[in-house]
T-cell receptor, first 111, second 114 residues
Framework: EDKVVQSPLSLVVHEGDTVTLNCSYEVTNFRSLLWYKQEKKAPTFLFMLTSSGIEKKSGRLSSILDKKELFSILNITATQTGDSAIYLC???????????FGQGTRLTINP | KAGVTQTPRYLIKTRGQQVTLSCSPI?????VSWYQQTPGQGLQFLFEYFSETQRNKGNFPGRFSGRQFSNSRSEMNVSTLELGDSALYLC?????????????FGEGSRLTVL
């Protein structure tokens, strides 16, 4: 059965710190790994990763995928209070019409 | 362009009742997926529809059902509600021509079962 495990489940840091969120997965016929940010209700899309070793970057956020070791990391540098959210990792296999999500990491940034 | 719209946003029901939730996808999106989110289980896949056909279904009992209309709008129904059905129900849409990829989520319908 496809599975996604995120760590840590919860993280509290000070504004300005750099954080690394982890996502490991098991999926049949891996196609993509996706990261979402959920602040209040609707998860919003951050990144989709399909190739190993290629970093995706958007401002202070970046993510990379290791298909050999079956994990991904999401980095956030110079964190701000607005980065406080639940970060969700999900995977999808070829031929699947569903995403399998991890439990999420609850990130809290204190001023 | 308008995002994914879900109604109602909040609802309270009692055990044994049934509920219908509605989802209007982004214009032009033909795939609609439903997910249940609870603190203990996280986001779990319920089902996915494309062109009025259910393409995939998660591991939920038959009390959970859904459908999609010709305009891509979707509804899900939960019958004989149980306390454990209390959750945030999220709808997501995508262009849907192939496999699941980037999903656009609605704000969700928060169901409380008393």
């Amino acid at each position: 059965e496809d599975k996604v495990v995120q760590s840590p489940l919860s993280l509290v840091v000070h504004e300005g710190d750099t954080v690394t969120l982890n996502c490991s997965y098991e999926v049949t016929n891996f196609r993509s790994l996706l990261w979402y940010k959920q602040e209040k209700k609707a998860p919003t899309f951050l990144f989709m990763l399909t190739s190993s070793g290629i970093e995706k970057k958007s401002g202070r956020l970046s993510s990379i995928l290791d298909k050999k070791e079956l994990f991904s990391i999401l980095n956030i540098t110079a964190t701000q209070t607005g980065d406080s959210a639940i970060y969700l990792c999900a995977v999808v296999g070829w031929g699947a019409q569903k995403l399998v999500f991890g439990q999420g990491t609850r990130l809290t940034i204190n001023p | 362009k308008a995002g994914v719209t879900q109604t109602p946003r909040y609802l309270i029901k009692t055990r044994g009742q049934q509920v219908t939730l509605s989802c209007s996808p982004i214009s032009g999106h033909r795939s609609v997926s439903w997910y249940q989110q609870t603190p203990g289980q996280g986001l779990q896949f319920l089902f996915e529809y494309f062109s009025e056909t259910q393409r995939n279904k998660g591991n939920f009992p038959g009390r959970f059902s859904g459908r999609q209309f010709s305009n891509s709008r979707s509804e899900m129904n939960v019958s004989t509600l149980e306390l454990g059905d209390s959750a945030l129900y999220l709808c997501a849409s995508s262009l849907g021509a192939g496999d699941a990829g980037e999903l656009f989520f609605g704000e969700g319908s928060r169901l409380t079962v008393l």
